[in-house]
């Protein structure tokens, strides 16, 4: 008898002693210690080695492969935890760095809609003043139609896009910025998509557009707003809204979600990025006049 194997334990080998047998070799095992020897016939024994072989070597390239699939399924894992803890970070972030401002735009949009549904004739009166009609131009009417939406859907993904983008700025700068970007984005808005699209345009996607705008624009010259403003938030979504309006003006969005105010979305934008020019000429100015004083 030669041995062609050798096992740590019982099971394993008696395992291996069926398999020879299955393949028609008749094998033994011998215990020698703590080890199991698995023992052939001399006639046999070239052929159980090469059979025990084979045998090895598909064994290990099976556990490399469960090996690496468990690597994979393990590096996908954390893909997954650092994914799922980033969305978690900015959720947070988001929720817990609301300030006045960013509450109570989102309440009146929540109240003025109940409003709209309860009251009648109250989104008419909140519209853009159409005094192409002769109806009088009443100041507070080139705001109020930023508050109004047309549709549950309309409500909840402005309502969305104003808490992502609102925080940033008003927790990082003087309140007037917000305020400014609020009530001029509003004005300059719906303005142009009066008299471009001859239609009073409802909701706060120009004002949300202004806010992008802005935070673009600062974000790519300030290493402040870099630092506290993430990319996704920064720069995705100006890039997401560019896509939004390109597809808008094709029309292809009115045949999906109805008229779209593209021309309000547009200007919304130019009039957030118009906001933040001054401010970087500021700060271009004050980094100049840092360096001069150091030479």
Not at 93 to 98: A, K
Not at 286 to 292: A, L, V
Request: with cysteine; charged share 20%.
């Amino acid at each position: 008898m030669r041995r062609v194997a050798m096992a740590e334990d019982r099971e394993t080998a008696e395992k291996l002693r069926e398999f020879f047998r299955s393949q028609g070799i008749d094998a033994e095992i011998w215990e020698s210690g703590a080890e199991f020897e698995i023992l052939v016939p001399d006639s046999k024994a070239e052929e159980a080695l090469l059979m025990a072989k084979s045998l090895f070597e598909s064994t290990r390239e099976k556990r490399n492969q469960w090996d690496g699939d468990s690597d994979d399924a393990a590096e996908g894992g954390r893909l997954w935890e650092r994914l799922r803890g980033a969305a978690s970070v900015l959720l947070r972030d988001i929720i817990f760095s609301f300030r006045p401002v960013t509450w109570t735009i989102l309440a009146f949009i929540i109240i003025s809609y109940i409003l709209e549904l309860t009251v009648p004739g109250y989104l008419r009166s909140m519209g853009y003043p159409d005094i192409r009609r002769g109806e009088g131009l009443e100041i507070w009417r080139l705001v109020s139609p930023a508050f109004c939406h047309l549709g549950i859907f309309h409500l909840i993904s402005n309502a969305m896009c104003w808490c992502i983008l609102a925080p940033y700025i008003e927790k990082s700068r003087p309140l007037w910025v917000i305020l400014l970007l609020i009530l001029g984005g509003a004005a300059f808005s719906n303005t142009a998509q009066y008299y471009f699209d001859s239609a009073s345009g409802y909701g706060l996607s120009g004002v949300i557009f202004a806010l992008s705008g802005y935070l673009f624009l600062l974000r790519r010259h300030s290493k402040e707003m870099r630092e506290s403003v993430p990319y996704v938030v920064g720069d995705g979504i100006f890039y997401l809204g560019l896509i939004w309006i390109a597809i808008g003006y094709t029309g292809a969005l009115d045949l999906i979600a109805g008229p779209v105010g593209n021309t309000a979305h547009l200007s919304g934008l130019v009039f957030g990025l118009i906001c933040g020019i001054p401010e970087i000429i500021t700060r271009k100015r004050g980094e100049n006049t840092e360096g001069g004083a150091e030479e």
